[in-house]
């Protein structure tokens, strides 16, 4: 089983849908769980991160953390064509800093 | 507002060339990596440094070396280049520790091509 997985897409919706992305992963020691937002031909910036379980909001994103489940999810209200991009989740694999990534889901968001 | 430099964006090689791929960062982050980003198989990790002169290998590092020798500086050096190697490559830069420290900045990418 792969340490962490995540449904590459493409996944298409209309402007103003909701989106739920999603990954799961195998290693309970993971803490710190975040997703990462990747425009075409730029590298990865970080959209939001969380400690543990639980949500945790911004603006129109919100992040999920299950890890009874070993489960997370981002979801986006009102989508918007901005919002265009692979989204990539990421999880800590020790103290330092050392992240290990989704392969990303491609997400298109139509006008 | 440019934190994380790679110095190409495109390049492209021969075989058995030796390639060096620079990234400077201008953050004072302690911790640098190098990941290469390939099509159904996501960022991978080759190689990442938490200090000047230290290096520890990731998870794909036959092929690369790495030098850091300024604390700004982290370069990816491709020993003998093949085409297997043809990827995007990333850089990233980080602090030690804590939440907010898991967010790496990323460079633009170094899109190299090995013909």
């Known amino acids: 089983q792969k340490e962490v997985e995540q449904d590459p897409g493409p996944l298409s919706v209309p402007e103003g849908a909701i989106v739920s992305l999603n990954c799961t992963y195998s290693n309970s020691a993971f803490q710190y769980f975040m997703w990462y937002r990747q425009y075409s031909r730029k590298g990865p910036e970080l959209l939001m991160y969380?400690?543990?379980?639980g949500n945790k909001e911004d603006g129109r994103f919100t992040a999920q953390v299950d890890k009874s489940s070993k489960y997370i999810s981002l979801f986006i209200r009102d989508s918007q064509p901005s919002d265009s991009a692979t989204y990539l989740c990421?999880?800590?694999?020790?103290?330092?800093?050392?992240?290990?990534f989704g392969k990303g889901t491609k997400l298109s968001v139509k006008p | 507002d440019v934190k994380v430099t790679q110095s190409s964006r495109y390049l492209v090689k021969r075989t058995g060339e030796k390639v060096f791929l620079e990234c400077v960062q201008d953050?004072?982050?302690?911790?640098m990596f190098w990941y290469r980003q390939d099509p159904g198989l996501g960022l991978r990790l080759i190689y990442f440094?938490?200090?000047?002169?230290?290096?520890e290998k990731g998870d794909i590092p036959e092929g690369y070396s790495v030098s850091r020798e300024k604390k700004e500086r982290f370069s990816l050096i491709l020993e003998s280049a093949s085409t297997n190697q043809t990827s995007m490559y990333l850089c990233?830069?980080?602090?030690?520790?804590?939440?907010?420290?898991?967010?790496?900045?990323f460079g633009s990418g170094t899109r190299l091509t090995v013909v």
């Open positions: 990233a830069s980080s602090t030690p520790g804590g939440p907010i420290n898991y967010g790496y900045t």
């Open positions: 953050m004072d982050h302690e911790n």
């Open positions: 440094s938490y200090d000047v002169k230290m290096k």
């Open positions: 969380t400690y543990s379980s």
């Open positions: 990421a999880m800590n694999r020790g103290s330092q800093g050392n992240l290990i």
